[in-house]
C-alpha cells in the first residue's frame, strides 16, 4: 500500500492543504479540522481504499481508516505542512463551541498514548491470569518485574499527560512533563506523610497524592500553554534558553500544588459525597448514572 499516494488524495478531497487548521489522529480515525466542510468531497473519500466511513462530529471531520491510521497520518505530515495546532483551532473557535474544544484537547491528548496504556492494561491482565493459573510466583522476581512493567504507564501518567498535552497544544513538551515530574519526586511525595500544618511560599498547603492522576495535570497544561507563549513575548530572546522554562516550571507547579490538584481533590470527593447521597436515594438510579458518567470520570481521572 502507497501511503504517500493515499495521503494526497484525503488531503486533495478535503479541499487542500490550506482548508486544513489541524489533523491529528485516534486509534483509527484521522481527526481533521477543516475551514470550510463543504470543500470535502464526502463521496469520493469514502471511495478511497483503506477508508471505511467518513464522520463529521465535536467540529471535527473524521476519516475512519483503521489500524492502518498512523502510516497514513504519518505520510500526510511528512508531505505537507500540516500538524496538531491547537493555536489554529483556537482562531477557528467561532465555528466550534467551547466543548468541542476541550473535548478535542482531551482526545489529543490521550490518542498518542492508546498503544501504552492498552499494552500495558494487557499486560497486566495477563499476569493475573498467570496468577489465577498458578503458572506464575507473584512473590518472584519475573513477576515483579513484568508488573512493574504493566504498572508504570499508569504510575507515572502524570508525565506522559504534561508530555503529550503539551504537544497538543504546540508548547515545549519536556517542560511539560518536568511540571509533572516535579509532583512524583520525593522530595515531593514524602510530604504525604507529614502530619504537620504545611506552607508553601507563606500560603497553607494541601498535599495531593499526583501519582495516576490526570485531571489536574489537563488543566495545568493547558494554562501553562498561554503562559509560555506569554513569556516568549516579554522575555529577552537572548535569555530565553533559560529563562521562559525557569519561570514556566516555578509558576505552573506553584500554581499545581496550591490549586489544580487540591481542586481535583475536591471535585473527586464531591463526586464521591454525590453518589454516596444518590445510592441513600436509589440504588438503581445511581448505577445508572453512574454507567453512564463513568468514562467522562474516567478520562478526567476523578473516578
Request: neutral net charge.
Amino acid at each position: 500500500m502507497n501511503y504517500d499516494n493515499l495521503g494526497k488524495e484525503i488531503i486533495d478531497l478535503v479541499g487542500g492543504e490550506n482548508n486544513i487548521s489541524s489533523l491529528e489522529h485516534c486509534a483509527t480515525r484521522l481527526r481533521f479540522v477543516l475551514k470550510d466542510t463543504d470543500q470535502a468531497d464526502n463521496s469520493k473519500i469514502n471511495e478511497l481504499p483503506k477508508v471505511l466511513q467518513v464522520v463529521e462530529q465535536s467540529g471535527q471531520f473524521q476519516i475512519v481508516i483503521g489500524n492502518d491510521v498512523a502510516n497514513v497520518y504519518d505520510a500526510i505530515v511528512k508531505n505537507y505542512s500540516i500538524g496538531q495546532t491547537f493555536a489554529k483551532e483556537e482562531n477557528e473557535s467561532g465555528k466550534r463551541n467551547i466543548i468541542n474544544i476541550i473535548f478535542s484537547y482531551i482526545s489529543g491528548t490521550f490518542s498518542p498514548l492508546l498503544p501504552a496504556l492498552a499494552g500495558s492494561g494487557m499486560l497486566k491482565a495477563l499476569l493475573e491470569i498467570l496468577k489465577s493459573l498458578n503458572w506464575i510466583n507473584d512473590k518472584g522476581a519475573t513477576f515483579a518485574i513484568l508488573n512493574a512493567t504493566s504498572n508504570a504507564v499508569f504510575y507515572f501518567l502524570p508525565i506522559f499527560i504534561g508530555m503529550s498535552a503539551s504537544k497538543k497544544l504546540n508548547v515545549n513538551p519536556y517542560i511539560g512533563g518536568v511540571i509533572a515530574a516535579s509532583l512524583l519526586e520525593p522530595s515531593f511525595t514524602n510530604l504525604l506523610k507529614s502530619e504537620e500544618n504545611l506552607t508553601f511560599i507563606g500560603l497553607s498547603l494541601v498535599v495531593t497524592d499526583f501519582a495516576s492522576t490526570v485531571f489536574s495535570l489537563l488543566i495545568a497544561i493547558a494554562i501553562y500553554a498561554p503562559l509560555e507563549r506569554l513569556l516568549k513575548r516579554w522575555v529577552p530572546k537572548v535569555l530565553q534558553l533559560f529563562l521562559v522554562p525557569m519561570l514556566s516550571l516555578i509558576i505552573m507547579v506553584s500554581l499545581t500544588v496550591l490549586v489544580f490538584g487540591p481542586f481535583s481533590e475536591y471535585v473527586s470527593s464531591g463526586i464521591g459525597i454525590g453518589i454516596d447521597y444518590m445510592l441513600g436515594f436509589s440504588r438503581i438510579l445511581t448505577g445508572i448514572i453512574i454507567a453512564s458518567f463513568w468514562p467522562f470520570l474516567v478520562v478526567l481521572g476523578v473516578h
